[in-house]
């Protein structure tokens, strides 16, 4: 079985797919192939002439109070904090997810990307920022300068475009998206109710 999800630093939902989906996977055996992506490049290429605001969103106040309780709901259930809006948001995420796409070799994205999101919507600093960069790169012993001359590279900008065309063709619209066997899509975090029971009737077939 193969599980893959695409993420975005700057999404609170992502966050908490993040960490929800790393237990379930372990309970399973399985490892996780992340795919770092920018989600309001997915959002605009899939919804021509509507404009990207992931402060708001595109709901009705009473709809939009409730999706607050909802994500703060998840955020306790999991144990992680989220300020939400957080200052300066939405924030271009792309250098946070372009050095997530050069990091994943080492071994070190799960770290670094949950320093950035802690750092974003726990301590509410910038990840635009290199300097917000550079001290996440000292807190899970990567090489600062040389992640930030890595991702002003334009074969590491062309990498994280691809990433989001990948994501495009294969029918996603938002983070997190989820795929088991490369085509079985969920998408949210709600979502990862079905993840588990599909992954269960897996197992059950293997017994």
């Known amino acids: 079985m193969k599980i893959e999800m695409f993420f975005d630093c700057s999404s609170p939902w992502s966050y908490l797919g993040f960490e929800r989906i790393q237990p379930l ?8 192939e992340w795919h770092p992506v920018l989600a309001g490049g997915i ?14 969103g595109h709901m ?7 999706h607050q309780k909802v994500m703060q709901d998840w955020a306790d259930i999991t144990g992680i904090k989220i300020i939400f809006p957080p200052t300066g948001h939405p924030v271009n995420s792309a250098k946070a997810m372009r050095a997530c796409l ?5 071994g070190l994205l799960v770290p670094f990307a949950r320093a950035c999101y802690r750092a974003y919507f ?3 600093k910038s990840l635009a920022e290199d300097t917000v960069l550079l001290d996440i790169c000292e807190q899970v012993g ?3 300068p040389w992640l930030i001359q890595r991702i002003a590279e334009p074969e590491t900008k062309a990498a994280l475009r691809a990433k989001v065309d990948e994501a495009i063709e294969r029918k996603a619209f938002g983070v ?3 795929y088991l066997n490369g085509s079985d899509m969920y998408f949210g975090v709600d979502s990862l109710q079905l993840v588990e029971a599909r992954l269960q009737q897996w197992r059950n077939r293997q017994d």
């Open 60 to 66: 009705p106040p009473r709809k939009l109070d409730y």
């Open 122 to 124: 726990g301590e509410e």
């Open 43 to 56: 959002f605009n290429a899939v919804n021509p002439g509507i404009e990207w605001n992931k402060s708001k």
């Open 25 to 32: 996977a372990a309970s399973f055996g399985l490892e996780i």
């Open 102 to 106: 050069v990091v994943q070799p080492t």
């Open 176 to 178: 997190p998206t989820i």
């Open 142 to 144: 990567i090489d600062g």
